[in-house]
């Protein structure tokens, strides 16, 4: 009986333990599923948030790597920036007009701006037109237009922008990643202030994704179609032409003829101003001749006879 008793105390010891621990456990257990029900109807922002960070992290490092492939694409072939300017002189400006016109027809291009200025005769002195052509076609469409007519300068410049291509392309795709998941929390949101808070980031990350689409759109249509600026001026008519002969019959007829005409216009303008005051000469002084006249006849039939 007495080696009987320690062997109970110590069994009895071993299941208070066990139900201690088993008592505990169950408590944990009970609290984590209450706490559990409590949050889940009240999902907050700041828990959103949470968890919107780690998927931002996730998106961002996908989008990473979705982004190598369109890199190692525009990098092997560079998106770039041409603009060219070229100034020609030409006798006849509005022929070559023409010809710059058939230049941008014959690469597939346009001419989205142009001005054109004539003289008193309206023959057009000088013309300027803006064209747009396709960027493979700019050193050959450059070398056409140097060849319409007299060259008188030609630039060309080009400007590497295929980093802003890229980045551009990577920040559109981590936008719209952030703005689906701001509009899944919205649909999770669980009071008024949770929804405005949600609502404001959204329209922010809008106004961002536009900003970003609208500097594709000019990346895009810059590096697609490239710009000249074509100056065609008329030759200058004060220059003579050579093998002209300014001297001979013909130049000295012209030159009499036009001295002629110089003098005759003259004349008929003094004509011109003198003729009133003739008019009203013969006005006033065709009667005072006539009662003078009278009045001499008048004196001389009265006077008396002279005796010899």
């Known amino acids: 009986m007495d080696a009987l008793a320690p062997r109970l105390l110590l069994a009895g010891a071993g299941l208070a333990l066990l139900v201690t621990l088993t008592a505990c456990s169950g408590g944990g257990s009970d609290s984590s599923d209450g706490g559990g029900e409590a949050a889940e109807p009240a999902v907050g922002l700041d828990s959103s948030v949470t968890q919107d960070r780690g998927g931002r992290n996730a998106s961002a490092a996908g989008s990473a790597e979705d982004a190598t492939s369109p890199v190692e694409r525009t990098l092997q072939e560079p998106a770039l920036i041409s603009t060219g300017t070229v100034s020609l002189r030409s006798d006849d400006v509005a022929d070559t007009r023409f010809d710059v016109q058939?230049?941008?027809?014959?690469?597939r291009g346009q001419v989205t701006d142009s001005e054109t200025r004539t003289d008193e005769d309206g023959?057009?002195?000088?013309?300027r037109l803006v064209l747009r052509v396709p960027s493979a076609e700019f050193t050959e469409a450059m070398d056409e237009l140097e060849k319409v007519a007299d060259l008188e300068?030609?630039?060309?410049?080009s400007e590497d922008v295929t980093?802003?291509?890229?980045?551009?392309e990577v920040r559109i795709r981590v936008q719209r990643a952030s703005i689906a998941r701001?509009?899944?929390?919205?649909q999770r949101a669980g009071s008024i202030r949770d929804v405005v808070a949600v609502e404001n980031q959204l329209?922010?990350?809008q106004e961002?994704?536009?900003?970003?689409?609208?500097?594709?759109?000019?990346?895009?249509?810059?590096?697609?179609?490239?710009?000249?600026?074509?100056?065609?001026?008329?030759?200058?008519e004060a220059a003579t032409e050579p093998g002209t002969d300014e001297t001979g019959f013909v130049p000295g007829l012209r030159a009499g003829w036009d001295g002629l005409t110089t003098v005759l216009v003259g004349l008929a303008t003094v004509t011109g101003a003198l003729l009133p005051f003739a008019a009203l000469a013969l006005l006033l002084g065709v009667p005072a001749w006539l009662v003078l006249r009278r009045r001499v006849?008048?004196?001389r039939a009265g006077s008396p006879a002279r005796t010899p």
Not at 123 to 127: G, H, K, L, M, Q
Not at 153 to 157: D, E, P, V
Not at 163 to 168: G, H, L, P
Not at 182 to 186: G, M, R
């Open 208 to 236: 961002r994704l536009d900003s970003l689409l609208r500097q594709q759109a000019y990346l895009e249509d810059q590096t697609s179609m490239s710009t000249i600026t074509v100056h065609v001026e008329r030759t200058d």
């Open 203 to 205: 329209t922010q990350r």
């Open 153 to 157: 300068s030609s630039t060309s410049t």
């Open 182 to 186: 701001i509009e899944e929390l919205l």
């Open 123 to 127: 023959e057009v002195r000088d013309t």
């Open 297 to 299: 006849s008048a004196a």
């Open 163 to 168: 980093s802003q291509v890229v980045d551009t």
């Open 102 to 107: 058939k230049v941008a027809d014959r690469y």
